[in-house]
């Protein structure tokens, strides 16, 4: 089964500045595709970003980008210009598409602050 | 569009007591179907998943059980609850296309303290 590992303690971040949030992987599968979600205390998961194992450009959604390292098997979340509503747990998460399973990993905590 | 839907919001059952929790989508057919657990603070356990009608892959737990009676309902049950159990589960769906953005779509939860 594959393995998601993210391992970084929670983190404080200055509002207006950049973070990444990293985010490794392990998989046999040589298709699957790789996401970000957001949970604010709130609970609700909020999708962020997707990137395809195949995808050869980085994917970007806004402020949100992925620094997808397939030889690494690395998949980084870079939040630029960071606001107070970006305080959140942040989850990394693959899905294997020859077995549909979903998995995710223990979450980054983010505090943005003013 | 497509919704889902999960009830109860939340939920306080007492130790052995059995459990039942449901969830619908609408606007969709097929699904790939999932349960969570996420323990206070902590990150998303994979419970099970379900890829058709009566086909559960299980991951992790000894005294949960999921069941998919139709094609958009899944069901999260136990027949004597632990302490242990207790936790944010969450139900999500994706489309079962291979490739390509599934992004998995997020139920609110179920918030369940065991007592």
């Known amino acids: 089964a594959q393995k998601i590992t993210q391992t970084q303690p929670g983190m404080f971040v200055q509002e207006k500045e950049a973070v990444t949030l990293d985010c490794t992987y392990d998989?046999?599968?040589?298709?699957?595709?790789l996401f970000w979600y957001k949970q604010p205390s709130s609970g609700e998961m909020i999708f962020l970003i997707y990137q395809g194992s195949y995808d050869e450009q980085n994917a970007t959604e806004g402020r949100y980008s992925l620094n997808f390292q397939k030889a690494r098997k690395s998949a980084n979340l870079v939040i630029s210009a960071s606001q107070l509503g970006d305080s959140a747990m942040y989850f990394c998460?693959?899905?294997?598409?020859?077995?549909?399973?979903?998995?995710f990993g223990k979450g980054n905590q983010v505090v943005v602050i003013p | 569009s497509q919704t889902i839907h999960q009830w109860p919001a939340t939920l306080v059952q007492p130790v052995g007591s059995p459990l039942s929790l449901e969830c619908t989508v609408e606007g969709t057919s097929n699904p790939n179907l999932y349960w969570y657990r996420q323990a206070a603070g902590r990150g998303l356990q994979l419970l099970f998943y379900s890829v058709g009608i009566g086909q559960i892959s299980s991951e992790v737990p000894q005294n949960l059980s999921a069941s998919r009676p139709q094609d958009r309902q899944f069901i999260l049950s136990s027949k004597k609850l632990l302490l242990s159990d207790s936790g944010f589960y969450l139900c999500?769906?994706?489309?079962?296309?291979?490739?390509?953005?599934?992004?998995?779509?997020f139920g609110q939860g179920t918030r369940l303290t065991v007592v």
């Open positions: 999500a769906w994706s489309k079962p296309q291979g490739r390509g953005n599934t992004e998995a779509f």
């Open positions: 998460a693959m899905r294997e598409y020859g077995n549909n399973r979903l998995a």
């Open positions: 998989t046999s599968d040589q298709s699957y595709g």
